[in-house]
């Protein structure tokens, strides 16, 4: 189906049922379900398969039962356990039944995934997947060496192309349009910005499904692209909606030391232990049934503690080993090629015959944009905002709670996205288009020339540095008080730093310049609400770690965070209100988080 357009006053306007924001894999996903059923555009910043789940190394967790007894309700138990009981069970029970289907989905779709010696699709261990409820580690990761995420981006990629959905690539979307229908907001598009021409396009969409992705660059180190600024995130809280969870950011235990470029958990999967500078291994010592296949919260902080108590190895004794060596040539090389390739380009290290330095990297967004579980975007603890959906790693259903477990999202940009996709294409077929108001597009207009006509001395890069280094330093994976008021006022310093950005590009065509203005505007709007989520959170559950408050408090903070925005504009100080949001129980009473 042809996009509707036509140019008014210099701005172009496209219309189509569904409007999809990100080509990753939950918008990919999305995508192909609306497609075949209503006209259905897909915008995105990056070209489609360059988004960052094109990353993913490790795998995507089913419970096929392949290699080794397996069930979904041990997966949802892990899942729970694992997200340090703030996940909602109901969300997560769907997570895991439909973990099934979305692997077949893909398989049918012609992913190439490593087979068993019988032709099964291969599963391979993981941080925090157990059989039988804790026993022992389990084989529920499904994989394709350690391109998982490529395999999949590329498998959506080509099924978007067979289902005609029209994508727009370099495209930068930058307000979301709502309109007032007897006295409810409702969607009414998206703006944005072409890249290739400077040209702003108004898309009007009966239903908008926001899959932008996350949000690392908050962060130094981390094993994020650069594009992962959450604009989608950021976009919507500007809109005045609320965002979820937003102090529960997860560090991944193997980041490169220095880098943070990722060495997937699925190394560990395949038996790489952890060693400290005497070649201890020490994960015996924090989680004795599981040890190296803790979750990510357990792990990464183990290892900073390590670091902390002086067993940290290098010149510096600032980071830990991942000990390869005993996996052979042959496992590394088939089953691991790139983690093994990266260890050899970034550090000169190679894993077949060295240990490989590494230290926690940030890495994953447990918060985001609120949803039901039919992926329907939330205005407050229960209202949706028709029309408006969110999924994948910019949205909390929450399946993840406290802390995500390694190859959940791959899983819950399938499973989310698919439900976006199938929930966003209905409303389409029985709404109407909601009018664009006449000034749709001058918020964008008006903050591109802001920045594109700024005078000021500040630089972009300076402020991001900045932003970045006082994150790392103060929000990380251990967390006080006193260091999160010292990021709160770093925050606040660089929020009024932000309006006098001079931009050096002042050209129409490619400015990536200006762009990078505008997703630090999002970046320092992020890293507030984490920061000030994280304060307001005075106990330590998940990838939350207050030292402060070191013990997890169920009787006070078992609920999700609200956070909101009050007022605030560029450059103006943000004024956040925080609300609580109960998390659902069906099965399982939190208990002492052991492995
Ligand atoms: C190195 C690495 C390895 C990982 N390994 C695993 C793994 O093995 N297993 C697992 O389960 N998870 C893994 N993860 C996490 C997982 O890959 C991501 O959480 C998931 O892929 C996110 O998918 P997404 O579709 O939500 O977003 P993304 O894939 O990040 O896509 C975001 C899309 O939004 C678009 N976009 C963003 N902003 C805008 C804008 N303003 N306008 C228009 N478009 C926009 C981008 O162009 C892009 O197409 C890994 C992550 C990383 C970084």
Redesign the pocket.
């Given at each position: 189906m042809a996009d509707q357009s036509s140019v008014t006053d210099g701005i172009h306007y496209h219309q189509h049922d569904v409007v999809i924001?990100?080509?990753?894999?939950?918008?990919m996903r999305a995508a192909i379900e609306s497609a075949p059923k209503a006209s259905t555009a897909v915008?995105?910043?990056?070209y489609?398969t360059r988004?960052?789940?094109g990353?993913?190394?490790?795998?995507?967790a089913a419970a096929l039962a392949n290699v080794e007894e397996d069930s979904n309700e041990w997966h949802t138990y892990d899942t729970v356990k694992g997200g340090d009981y703030l996940t909602d069970q109901d969300s997560a029970e769907i997570l895991t039944r439909e973990a099934i289907d979305a692997v077949y989905d893909l398989e049918n779709m012609g992913l190439p995934f490593n087979r068993t010696a019988e032709g099964k699709i291969d599963q391979r261990r993981f941080g925090g997947h157990t059989r039988d409820h804790g026993k022992a580690p389990v084989r529920r990761a499904c994989y394709a060496a350690d391109r998982?995420?490529h395999m999949i981006l590329q498998t959506l990629y080509q099924n978007c192309v067979k289902h005609g959905v029209q994508f727009f690539n370099e495209?930068?979307?930058?307000d979301l349009v709502m309109a007032e229908v007897d006295g409810a907001k409702r969607v009414s598009g998206v703006v944005?910005y072409e890249l290739a021409t400077g040209e702003i396009h108004v898309f009007q969409g009966k239903s908008v499904i926001f899959?932008?992705?996350?949000f690392g660059k908050i962060f130094k180190t981390t094993?994020?692209a650069h594009?992962?600024t959450g604009?989608?995130v950021g976009i919507v809280w500007r809109k005045g909606l609320p965002l979820e969870d937003m102090e529960f950011y997860q560090f991944h235990p193997t980041g490169l030391a220095g880098l943070g470029i990722?060495l997937?958990e699925g190394a560990r999967g395949e038996g790489a232990i952890l060693r400290n500078a005497s070649g201890e291994r020490f994960m015996e010592r924090y989680a004795p049934t599981i040890k190296d296949l803790a979750p990510r919260d357990i792990v990464a902080r183990s290892m900073v503690q390590e670091v902390l108590d002086g067993r940290g190895a290098g010149p510096h004794k600032d980071y830990v080993y991942l000990d390869c060596t005993h996996l052979g040539a042959e496992v590394l090389e088939t089953k691991l090629p790139d983690i093994t390739e990266f260890a050899r380009t970034y550090l000169g290290v190679d894993p077949v015959t060295e240990r490989v330095p590494v230290y926690p990297t940030a890495?994953?967004a447990m918060g985001g944009i609120p949803t039901n579980n039919d992926a329907e975007v939330l205005a407050d603890n229960e209202t949706v905002v028709p029309g408006l959906y969110a999924a994948?790693?910019?949205a909390c259903v929450s399946v993840h709670g406290a802390n995500r477990l390694?190859?959940?999202?791959?899983?819950d940009?399938n499973v989310f996205g698919k439900r976006a996709g199938n929930n966003a294409v209905a409303y389409a077929q029985t709404a109407d288009f909601v009018d664009l108001p006449a000034d749709a597009a001058d918020g964008v207009v008006k903050l591109l020339a802001q920045l594109r006509e700024g005078t000021g001395t500040e630089n972009v890069a300076e402020i991001r540095k900045a932003l970045q280094e006082t994150m790392d330093r103060n929000a990380q994976v251990f967390r006080t008080d006193e260091t999160l008021q010292r990021a709160l006022a770093d925050i606040a310093e660089l929020r009024t730093r932000y309006p006098n950005v001079r931009i050096h590009d002042r050209g129409r065509r490619f400015n990536t310049d200006l762009l990078e203005a505008v997703e630090l505007g999002f970046l320092l709007d992020l890293a507030e609400i984490l920061v000030v989520s994280a304060l307001n959170r005075k106990e330590s559950r998940g990838a939350h770690m207050r030292d402060d408050y070191p013990k997890r408090d169920d009787e006070n903070y078992m609920q999700h965070t609200m956070a909101y925005r009050v007022a605030g504009d560029i450059g103006l100080p943000q004024e956040i209100r925080l609300d609580w949001k109960p998390v659902r129980f069906t099965h399982y009473e939190p208990q002492e988080r052991k492995y």
């Open positions: 924001v990100g080509a990753g894999g939950a918008g915008i995105t910043k990056l489609p988004s960052h789940t990353a993913a190394q490790g795998g995507m998982t995420g495209f930068y979307v930058l944005a899959a932008t992705g996350g094993s994020n594009t992962l604009d989608g990722l997937t890495h994953y994948g790693e910019c390694g190859t959940n999202s791959l899983l940009i």
